[in-house]
T-cell receptor, first 115, second 116 residues
Framework: QQQVKQSPQSLIVQKGGISIINCAYE??????FPWYQQFPGKGPALLIA?????SEKKEGRFTISFNKSAKQFSLHIMDSQPGDSATYFC??????????????FGKGTKLSVIP | NAGVMQNPRHLVRRRGQEARLRCSPM?????VYWYRQLPEEGLKFMVY????????ESGMPKERFSAEFPKEGPSILRIQQVVRGDSAAYFC??????????????FGPGTRLTVL
């Protein structure tokens, strides 16, 4: 199974709060898990990524938590700001037999941070 | 350091026409991926190319779609005889050479194709 399931579909958070987005996967061979941020009319921008040999990675206000046994990973945005309002995509990849590292994406979470 | 470039940013075609989308990878990158994004959906992998080689086209529709990445010039995604269902945003991503985090992909701004 190559699916990555993402929730919630949309999220409203007050300024200063914590935004949490969750993803679950089936294929235990996935070995790279990035998060992308996309603003309307723009391309996805790589935000942060993790590999399954660590359980947490933090970069500024953004943290990925990874639970290998549960096959789940999540993005936490601390001190959420209106400028964080965007659509967030989780993804996963594995090197295919053909040699590509194609990404399998979740369907996205539209985050709105209100003042 | 210029990022991934795509053009045109917006493309309008009538049913039956051809669409050509171009992608120039980041400097120093020699691998290109193409993805398609339908409204309110995540991105779906289409094809992976290196210079002069198609490595993985498992996500490409069997008909009307083709891709190339010539020795000189940008990668091109070509859609022949477009239909309304081809309307989507098409994104190109590039990744570093093998040995330098090859699974890290950087996306361009996309081409939004509208088929009338």
């Amino acid at each position: 199974q190559q699916q990555v399931k993402q929730s919630p579909q949309s999220l409203i958070v007050q300024k200063g709060g914590i935004s949490i987005i969750n993803c679950a996967y089936e294929n235990t061979a996935f070995d790279y898990f990035p998060w992308y941020q996309q603003f309307p009319g723009k391309g996805p921008a790589l935000l942060i990524a993790i590999r399954p040999d660590v359980s947490e990675k933090k970069e500024g206000r953004f943290t990925i938590s990874f639970n290998k046994s549960a096959k789940q990973f999540s993005l936490h945005i601390m001190d959420s700001q209106p400028g964080d309002s965007a659509t967030y995509f989780c993804a996963a990849s594995i090197r295919s037999g053909a040699g590509s590292y194609q990404l399998t994406f979740g369907k996205g979470t539209k985050l709105s941070v209100i003042p | 350091n210029a990022g991934v470039m795509q053009n045109p940013r917006h493309l309008v075609r009538r049913r039956g026409q051809e669409a050509r989308l171009r992608c120039s990878p980041m400097k120093g990158h020699s691998h290109v991926y193409w993805y398609r994004q339908l409204p309110e959906e995540g991105l779906k992998f289409m094809v992976y190319l290196q210079k002069e080689n198609i490595i993985d086209e498992s996500g490409m529709p069997k008909e009307r779609f083709s891709a190339e990445f010539p020795k000189e010039g940008p990668s091109i995604l070509r859609i022949q005889q477009v239909v309304r269902g081809d309307s989507a945003a098409y994104f190109c991503a590039s990744s570093p050479p093998r040995g330098f985090l090859p699974d890290t992909q950087y996306f361009g701004p996309g081409t939004r194709l509208t088929v009338l």
